[in-house]
Structures are given as structure tokens and as C-alpha cells.
């Protein structure tokens, strides 16, 4: 992963002194090293370098990170992936085209990982939501309330 | 026995803007987005942790809801920011502030020391607010 554009980013970032927030600098890191996965999902990234680029310690830049998110880094980046693989399994894309352009390299991986998440398979959640989509289409009062269909009618 | 509320309205002045809006910047998921007829489309969203509260994102236009007076009145009454449609929670603040001003979302209030914690105002696409704040351990 090229890491020279996300250093960048973050060297752009001064800390100011009117900062009307205390460590305001510290979030503006993280929210670019969160921001800099959504954007990079899809690639090789090395996460120590993103704590290297971020001027943090890598122990300091996961605490901070899981403080503010929830997951750590690596967490979160496969939660983006498979949020992502959600999304592209809702058109009639290949499972295997799936896996690999969300960052996944091998598809046993991608199929054990999101069966663990989701439940299903990527085929039978694909399968659904299709189905699902297809009768969106064809009979759409079917997912409005009762009183909105009303109005319509 | 009323067990929860399944869908919640947003009015807004147009579905494409706010779909951008709603998904592209806050990260809210589509959970129905199905024709409705000629001029009409049913757009529902739900926030990230709430899968099953569809928020609809209603045009504002002249058939199911309104009639031609009432929907000319009220695409103006939302464009002046007359309506507060809610409060959003997040886990962090200024990051959620800091994230969401690099996306383009105007704050009318930044995160901001108030008596009953901090909290921060936007405003979206069509001119509705909002109060965003952290969760509360009560």
C-alpha cells in the first residue's frame, strides 16, 4: 500500500492553539487514519504503518482508535469489508469478484468470515437479497405501512 | 400494546440529495428503495446500529401526502430550517463532528458544553436539523 498520500494528509494537520477543543489534533488523526481505511479498503494495508504516519505509537494510536470506535483498526477495517461485501452481494456481481475487490485474498477466508457474521453463506445472502429486490420492484406496497398504502390507493 | 416504533418521517426537498446525504455522509443503510408509481419512490434509511427503525425520507410533493398548498408551504417551511426533526447519537463527538465537516455537513452548532452535556447542531441537505450528541449512561 502507498502510504506517501496518507502521510501527507496528516502532515497537512498543525495543531493550533485557538483549537477551541482540548487535543482536537488527536481526533483530526484518527478520524483520518478511519476515513483513510474507508477510502482504502480494498487494498493491501499495512495498519502499523498507519499508526507510524498518524505520529502515534502504535499502542497509543490502537487505545485511541478502539476508544473512539469501538473496534481496533484491523476490526474495524473487516467490518468495512464485509459492510462493503454486503452491498456489492445485493447486485448480480460473482461471489469471487466480491471477495477479491473488497480486499479479501483468498475466498475461503471471505465465505468462513462472513458465514461467521452474517449467518448465511455469500451465494444464499446474495440469493436474498436479489429475491428480495425483485419483489421490491414487482409488488413495492408490500414493504410500505399499511397507512401510506392507504394514501396511495 | 404499542411495542416500538418501526418508521419515522423525514420530509425532505429531493429523494437523490438526501439519499446522498443520509447515505454518503452519515453512513446510513438503505433498507427500501422501491418505485412507487410515476414521480413517486418509497426511500427508507436506518442508522448503522438500528436496522429494524426505517426512517423515510418523504418528498415533499404534491399526491400522498400533500395536496399542491400544503406541499408548497411546507417545502419552504423546511427549507428555512423551520423543523428540529430529531436527536442522533454517536460514541464520540468530535470525531463524529470531525468526520462528518471533512464530508461537507454544515453544523449549525459545534460540539459545545451545554448543562446537560455536549452537544452539536447540523443541518441537512434540505435544510432540517439536528441535534447530535453521546450516548448517556442514565
Redesign the interface.
Same mark, same amino acid.
Given at each position: 500500500m502507498k502510504m506517501e498520500k496518507f502521510g501527507q494528509t496528516f502532515k497537512s494537520f498543525k495543531m493550533k492553539e485557538t483549537e477551541?477543543?482540548p487535543k482536537?489534533y488527536l481526533?483530526?488523526r484518527?478520524?483520518q487514519a478511519?476515513?483513510f481505511i474507508d477510502n482504502h479498503y480494498a487494498e493491501k494495508i499495512d495498519l502499523n504503518n498507519i499508526s507510524d504516519e498518524a505520529y502515534f505509537s502504535k499502542f497509543h494510536f490502537i487505545r485511541l482508535f478502539k476508544?473512539?470506535?469501538?473496534k481496533s483498526p484491523h476490526q474495524y477495517l473487516t467490518y468495512v469489508r464485509m459492510e462493503k461485501a454486503k452491498d456489492l452481494l445485493k447486485t448480480d456481481a460473482p461471489i469471487t469478484d466480491v471477495c477479491f475487490s473488497v480486499g479479501f485474498e483468498s475466498i475461503s477466508s471471505f465465505t468462513g468470515l462472513f458465514k461467521r457474521i452474517t449467518h448465511k453463506t455469500p451465494s444464499q445472502y446474495q440469493q436474498h437479497e436479489l429475491l428480495r429486490q425483485e419483489e421490491?420492484?414487482t409488488y413495492?406496497?408490500k %414493504?410500505?405501512?399499511n397507512c %401510506?398504502v392507504e394514501?396511495?390507493s | 400494546m404499542v411495542t416500538k416504533l418501526?418508521?419515522s418521517i423525514i420530509y425532505v426537498l429531493n429523494q437523490d440529495s438526501a439519499y446522498d446525504f443520509y447515505v454518503n455522509r452519515l453512513g446510513f443503510k438503505v433498507h427500501?428503495?422501491?418505485?412507487?408509481?410515476p414521480g413517486?419512490r418509497?426511500l427508507t434509511v436506518t442508522p448503522p446500529d438500528q436496522p429494524n427503525l426505517e426512517i423515510i425520507l418523504m418528498a415533499i410533493q404534491e399526491g400522498?401526502?400533500f395536496k399542491e398548498d400544503p406541499a408548497k408551504q411546507m417545502k419552504e417551511l423546511v427549507k428555512n430550517g423551520t423543523f428540529g426533526f430529531g436527536a442522533f447519537e454517536c460514541?464520540?463527538l468530535?470525531?463524529t463532528y @470531525? @468526520?462528518l465537516k471533512?464530508k461537507g455537513v454544515v453544523f449549525k452548532k459545534?460540539?459545545t458544553k451545554e448543562f446537560y452535556g455536549y452537544e452539536a447542531l447540523f443541518v441537512d441537505d434540505s435544510g432540517n436539523w439536528f441535534s447530535l450528541g453521546e450516548k448517556k449512561e442514565v
Open positions: 477551541p477543543y482536537v481526533y483530526k484518527i478520524v478511519k476515513l476508544k473512539i470506535y469501538g421490491m420492484a413495492p406496497l %414493504f410500505v405501512p %401510506f394514501a396511495k | 418501526s418508521h427500501t428503495d422501491a418505485p412507487m408509481g413517486a418509497w400522498m401526502i460514541n464520540d468530535m470525531a @470531525e @468526520e471533512s459545534p460540539p
